[in-house]
C-alpha cells in the first residue's frame, strides 16, 4: 500500500493546484491547501467536500498563517508565486517578497515542522537563452528577467537548507498547457486557443522562437508521483519537467488545424525574441517518467471547454492573472 502523505499544497487554488489538489487526494493523500484565492472560491468546488482536504485561506508571507497551514504536513508541494513575468513585472517588490523572501519562512516552519520532503516548483526559465540544441539541466543558469531569478535563487536556498530528514526536489516546468477549474488564457497555447475560438484570427508575435510547453495532466501526475518516490531517488535532484518544444507559429498551425480552417493567421513582428527549449530526457532516464499529452491534446480539451459553456465570460479578470492583480489593488 502506497504512503499517505500530509501535503501542504502552496498555491493549491492556482492553475496547476486546481488540477492537482483532486489527484492528490485521490491518490489518498490528505491536503491542505494555503492560498489567498484571489482567482475564486470555486475552483475547488469538485474536491471541497473531501474528508481529506484542508484549506487555510492566506498570505503565505504571514508566518502565523504558514504555521497553520503547515500542521500536522510532512510534505510541502511549493507551487505559489507571482506567476510569470509580465505578472512579476507590474509590481517587483510584490514579486520579490512572495517569490523570494517569503520562501526563507517557508523552509524553516516547514522543517521546524517536521516536514521531511519538500518540492519546488522552479521554472524552465531560469536558464535564460541558449543556443545549445538540447537545454539539459548541467547548463548554467542566466536568468534574464526578476522572475526567473528569483526563482533560481531559491533553488539556492532550498539547496542549502536540505539535510539529513529534509529530502528536496527541484522541478524546472515547461510552459503549462490546457484545461483546469482555474483557467488561465495569459499562457500561449491557451492564448492561441482562445483567440482562435472566439475571434477566427490568431496574432503571432514573430513567430520562430521556441517554446516548451507541458500538459497539465502530465504536470499535476508527476507531482503526485513526487509523493511516491523514495528518497534516495529524488533527494537533491533537479530535474526539468517538459515535452513539445514548438514555435510559436508550430503551436498556431496545430491551433488552427483542431479549431477549423476558417481560423486566420495574422504574423507581425515583435521585440521579444525570448526562445526557450529544454530537454527532459533525465527526468525520463532516472525516474521513468514520461509525459503522455501533447500541445495538441491541450487545444482540443480547452476547444471542448470553449464550446460546452465552462468558459462563459473570457473578459474576466480571473483568467488572467496581470488584470487579477490590478483589480485587486494588488499592484
Known amino acids: 500500500m502506497p504512503h499517505v502523505r500530509n501535503v501542504l499544497v502552496t498555491g493549491g487554488a492556482g492553475y496547476v493546484g486546481a488540477v492537482l489538489v483532486p489527484k492528490l487526494l485521490e491518490a ?17 468546488d469538485g474536491c471541497r467536500q473531501h474528508p481529506g482536504l484542508r484549506e487555510v485561506v492566506g498570505d503565505l508571507r504571514d508566518p502565523a498563517t504558514v504555521d497553520d497551514a503547515m500542521q500536522g504536513c510532512d510534505t510541502v508541494l511549493h507551487l505559489a508565486c507571482i506567476s510569470n513575468d509580465p505578472s512579476f513585472e507590474l509590481d517587483p517588490h510584490l514579486g520579490k517578497s512572495i517569490n523570494y523572501d517569503a520562501f526563507f519562512g517557508l523552509v524553516s516552519a516547514a522543517k521546524r515542522h517536521g516536514v521531511n520532503r519538500f ?19 548541467d547548463l548554467a543558469l542566466e536568468p534574464l528577467t526578476d522572475y526567473s531569478k528569483y ?27 490546457g484545461w483546469s477549474p482555474r483557467l488561465r488564457l495569459d499562457l500561449s497555447v491557451n492564448i492561441l486557443t482562445h483567440h482562435a475560438v472566439e475571434r477566427g484570427k490568431i496574432t503571432v508575435f514573430g513567430g520562430d522562437q521556441k517554446r516548451p510547453n507541458i500538459h497539465i495532466e502530465d504536470m499535476t501526475d508527476l507531482y503526485v508521483n513526487t509523493l511516491a518516490w523514495p528518497d534516495e531517488a529524488i533527494d537533491g535532484k533537479t ?19 483542431i479549431v477549423g480552417p476558417h481560423v486566420t493567421i495574422e504574423r507581425t513582428t515583435t521585440n521579444d525574441p525570448r526562445s526557450y527549449h529544454i530537454c527532459s ?31 462563459p465570460d473570457t473578459a474576466n479578470p480571473r483568467y488572467y492573472n496581470i488584470k487579477t492583480m490590478q483589480s485587486r489593488q494588488m499592484a
Not at 513539445?244 to 496545430?254: F, G, S
Not at 527526468?283 to 460546452?308: N, Q, S
Open 28 to 44: 489518498g493523500h490528505r491536503v491542505t491547501v494555503l492560498d489567498l484565492y484571489l482567482f475564486g472560491h470555486d475552483v475547488l
Open 119 to 137: 518540492i519546488y516548483a522552479s521554472s524552465s526559465s531560469v536558464y535564460g537563452v541558449k543556443d545549445e540544441p538540447n537545454v539539459t539541466e
Open 151 to 177: 526563482k533560481a535563487m531559491c533553488e539556492d536556498v532550498l539547496r542549502e537548507e536540505r539535510g539529513p530528514g529534509f529530502v528536496t526536489l527541484v522541478l524546472r516546468p515547461a510552459t503549462v498547457c
Open 239 to 257: 530535474y526539468n519537467a517538459g515535452w513539445d518544444n514548438l514555435t510559436i507559429n508550430e503551436i498556431a498551425e496545430t491551433v488552427r488545424r
Open 281 to 311: 530526457d533525465k527526468i525520463r532516464r532516472e525516474l521513468g517518467f514520461a509525459p503522455r499529452f501533447t500541445v495538441e491534446d491541450a487545444v482540443k480539451d480547452l476547444v471542448a471547454a470553449f464550446r460546452d459553456g465552462r468558459i
